[in-house]
């Protein structure tokens, strides 16, 4: 088959939308089809990236929206990048991100997949946009994922349309390699690790204030931040008011970089307040072998165990964080169980697996049964 996967985001950007459509694209050519991806355009070359649209951001709701669309001479460049690729299957991803997702459609003869990634930032949104949104792509597509249960209620409101549950994956072969820990953390200090944008949702505050308590009775404590955003100034005037030490900002960290902080973490911590679809993120620190604590909002209770949850308290419970992480700092062989746990769970999420059961969907939509 030849294959499109259309991402709305700029793709030099890391994300969770942008990790998935890449790997999807990996193993589908691994599986023996022709895949290209459309994205809007930054100013880098990426091999099998294929650019139209300016990419424009917006701070709404406490996260970016990207807003991109081809205009002029580029308008025309798709169009004919369309017609002369005659793709078998064109796969959006959040395809309601204005407005290069329309464009490729009108363009299109191809059969057509979406894939919703996104949960609502707030309650309105969630039952009356998103659900009406959703109603209006369905029309356009021959198919329709989500990536759990839980997006999928947001979705599925006024509509009866079929929708195929298929979770994020993740590359387990990249995680099985030999991933050395930070030497300069390796000084017997326990390590807590934040990863993640730096945007309210993500819930850093809630990580700091519970360092904050604990670092009171155990000195031997350090918190690492990993990422980058607008919270960062936050954390920064945090640290400085209340005089905290063993604090480590980061900001970016590059996806090798991001493998060794999970192998250095003694403990993952992700208190993500909303906003998650799943928790990809967790998948990460589970097949790195890092136990993990949290909050556990609605996305994130499609992946944990039940063993798991007990560590995962209702978002914004700041107190009872601080002793999910106090009992699992004091309790060396919890966390051995939970890394356990979390290693064997992950494997039901490999890409290898993932990736064939979408491609029974471009089949069923290309050879459709009688």
């Known amino acids: 088959m030849k294959i499109a ?10 994300g969770g939308v942008k990790n ?34 300016r990419n424009r951001s917006l701070n709404l709701g406490g996260t970016k929206i990207d807003i991109n669309i081809a205009l002029g001479e580029e308008k025309d460049a798709l169009k004919t990048f369309i017609d002369e690729e005659q793709f078998d299957i064109i796969h959006f991803h959040t395809f309601w991100n204005p407005a290069l997702p329309f464009q490729i ?53 006024f509509s009866n349309r079929k929708i195929h549950i298929i979770p994020n994956g993740i590359d387990l072969n990249s995680y099985n390699q030999a991933v050395e820990p930070i030497s300069k953390f390796q000084d017997g200090k326990f390590n ?24 009171q009775e155990n000195p031997n404590l350090r918190l690492i931040v990993a990422g980058d955003g607008d919270e960062g100034l936050m954390a920064e005037q945090f640290i400085s008011e209340n005089q905290l030490e063993d604090i480590e900002l980061l900001g970016f960290v590059s996806e090798e970089e991001k493998l060794q902080l999970l192998k250095t973490a003694d403990l993952y911590l992700s208190p993500a307040i909303y906003g998650e679809s799943f928790g990809i993120v967790l998948l990460e620190s589970m097949a790195m072998g890092t136990p993990m604590a949290g909050f556990a909002n609605s996305g994130y209770l499609n992946v944990l165990t039940k063993e798991q949850k007990r560590f995962f308290v209702k978002p914004e419970d700041t107190q009872s964080l ?32 993932i990736s064939k059961n979408i491609q029974s969907i471009y089949h069923s939509i290309l050879s459709p049964s009688d």
């Open 192 to 215: 807590i690790l934040f990863l993640g944008r730096l945007e309210p949702r993500k819930g850093l505050i809630y990580a700091l204030e519970s360092f904050k308590t604990l670092k």
């Open 20 to 53: 998935h459509i890449e790997s999807l694209s990996k193993y589908l050519r691994r599986l023996g089809h022709e895949v290209k991806i459309i994205a809007p355009a930054p100013n880098v070359n990426q091999a099998e990236v294929y650019h139209f649209g």
């Open 105 to 157: 459609r009108r363009y299109s003869k191809a059969k057509h997949i979406a894939t919703f990634h996104d949960t609502p930032k707030s309650e309105w949104v969630g039952k009356t946009v998103m659900p009406l949104a959703a109603k209006m792509v369905f029309g356009y597509m021959d198919e329709i994922i989500s990536v759990s249960e839980t997006q999928s209620s947001y979705i599925r409101r």
């Open 5 to 14: 996967q259309v991402c709305p985001y700029d793709f030099s950007r890391p």
């Open 322 to 353: 601080t002793k999910s992480i106090y009992w699992l700092m004091q309790n060396e062989e919890e966390r051995e169980v939970l890394k356990m746990i979390g290693e064997n769970e992950v494997r039901k999420y490999d890409w290898k697996s």
